[in-house]
T-cell receptor
C-alpha cells in the first residue's frame, strides 16, 4: 500500500491565483482530513469527510473548499490565494466503524504540500 | 476535547529513556490519551494511546496516573531518530473528528 499520497510536494502561487491540492489514500479508509501547519505551530483542521459525498468544516475552513466524490480522493481547493495561506498542508485518513481496531482512531498522514503565496 | 499541557522542549542522551510528561487535568471519563510525533516536518505519526491502564507497544510505553490527570510517554532507549516534536492529545475515541494538536514537546536526542 502507498498509504496517503499528496501532490504537489511544493508550490509557489501568486496572490489571487487558485489551485487544487490532491490527496489519495489506498487503505479504504472512510474518514479523510485536511490540516494546515504554520511555522512553529501545531496542526489545525481545515475540512474533513466521513465518507464519499459528505464533508464538514474544521477549525479554519475560510478560503478553502473540498469535495469527496470517491472513497480514495479528497482534493482541497484554494480560491484567490492569499499570503496568509502560506503553510504546509497535510492530508490524513482513518478508519472508523465496525472492526476498527480497539478504538485506535489512528490517523495516517501524507508527506505534506509546502505552499508559498507571494 | 480536554486541553493538554506539555513542556516546550526536552533533551535526552542517546540510549537513555526519554520521559515526556503531559498534563490533562480536565480529562473526562470517556476521553483517551493519544500520542503522535512529527519528525522534521513530515506528517505526524501515531505512537500509542490509552484510557486508564498503562500501555506498551513496539515504539513506546504510556503511563497514565490513577486519577488520569497526567500521563508520561516513555521511549525506553532513545535514538537520534527519535528527535521529533511529540504531541499529547486527549479526545473521545471513535468519533472521527479532529485531533487538536497543540505545540507539543520538541525532544532532542543528544549523541
Amino acid at each position: 500500500n502507498a498509504g496517503v499520497t499528496q501532490t504537489p510536494k511544493f508550490r509557489i502561487l501568486k496572490i489571487g491565483q487558485s489551485m487544487t491540492l490532491q490527496c489519495t489514500q489506498d487503505m479504504n479508509h472512510n474518514y479523510m482530513y485536511w490540516y494546515r501547519q504554520d511555522p512553529g505551530m501545531g496542526l489545525k483542521l481545515i475540512y474533513y469527510s466521513v465518507g464519499a459525498g459528505i464533508t464538514d468544516k474544521g477549525e479554519v475552513p475560510n478560503g478553502y473548499n473540498v469535495s469527496r466524490s470517491t472513497t480514495e480522493d479528497f482534493p482541497l481547493r484554494l480560491e484567490l490565494a492569499a499570503p496568509s495561506q502560506t503553510s504546509v498542508y497535510f492530508c490524513a485518513s482513518s478508519y472508523l466503524g465496525q472492526g476498527a481496531l480497539r478504538y485506535s482512531n489512528e490517523q495516517f498522514f501524507g508527506p505534506g504540500t509546502r505552499l508559498t503565496v507571494l | 476535547d480536554a486541553k493538554t499541557t506539555q513542556p516546550p522542549s526536552m533533551d535526552c542522551a542517546e540510549g537513555r529513556a526519554a520521559n515526556l510528561p503531559c498534563n490533562h487535568s480536565t480529562i473526562s471519563g470517556n476521553e483517551y490519551v493519544y500520542w503522535y510525533r512529527q519528525i522534521h516536518s513530515q506528517g505526524p505519526q501515531y505512537i500509542i494511546h490509552g484510557l486508564k491502564n498503562n500501555e506498551t507497544n513496539e515504539m513506546a510505553s504510556l503511563i497514565i496516573t490513577e486519577d488520569r490527570k497526567s500521563s508520561t510517554l516513555i521511549l525506553p532507549h532513545a535514538t537520534l531518530r527519535d528527535t521529533a516534536v511529540y504531541y499529547c492529545i486527549v479526545r473521545v475515541a471513535n468519533t472521527g473528528n479532529q485531533f487538536y494538536f497543540g505545540t507539543g514537546t520538541s525532544l532532542t536526542v543528544i549523541p
